[in-house]
């Protein structure tokens, strides 16, 4: 998209909603002086909005006609996700959880990833010599019943 350098995440909600329910907004901002770079990125709640936005593009937002386009990383995580599948990944998945607090244990960590689907093991890395966690884990869990966000 080419934005306004005045545009507000509500102002690109307000225009995209026209197509459908918008999940998140991010406009990407220069770091050093935090202004706008002109460019952001609109998540809908239906992928089948997509198409519809991408029929917005050239209108006039602001005053200013914007460029609506599939941006590559969406392109790059159908891909990527697309060829995981084509390899049968159906074995165990061992994911890293890193910056726990030290005082979280593994029935906490269930808690918080259960929801998603089942969880193989947990292993919370414990320093030997206070007893304590060293702050970040491993969970193992099957492709086939465990949900990605």
């Not at 050093?32 to 936005?53: M, Q, T």
């Not at 790059?76 to 061992?94: E, I, V």
């Not at 990833?113 to 304590?132: V, W, Y």
Request: charged share 25%; proline share 3%; with cysteine.
């Amino acid at each position: 998209m080419q934005l306004s350098a005045r545009i507000r995440p509500r102002d690109l909600e307000e225009f995209f909603s026209a197509v459908g329910e918008v999940r998140d907004v991010r406009i990407i901002s220069d770091r050093n002086s935090r202004r706008s770079k002109g460019v952001a990125y609109v998540e809908f709640k239906d992928e089948k909005c997509i198409p519809l936005a991408i029929g917005l593009n050239n209108q006039k937002l602001l005053g200013v006609p914007i460029i609506v386009q599939v941006s590559q990383a969406e392109k790059n995580r159908t891909a990527s996700s697309n060829l995981t599948l084509q390899k049968g990944s159906q074995g165990p998945m061992r994911l890293y959880v890193g910056s726990l607090h030290f005082n979280i244990t593994e029935e906490m960590l269930r808690g918080i990833f259960e929801p998603f689907g089942h969880i193989d093991s947990i292993q919370l890395i414990m320093d030997t010599e206070t007893g304590r966690s060293k702050g970040y884990g491993f969970i193992s869990v099957s492709w086939t019943t465990f949900i990605f966000y």
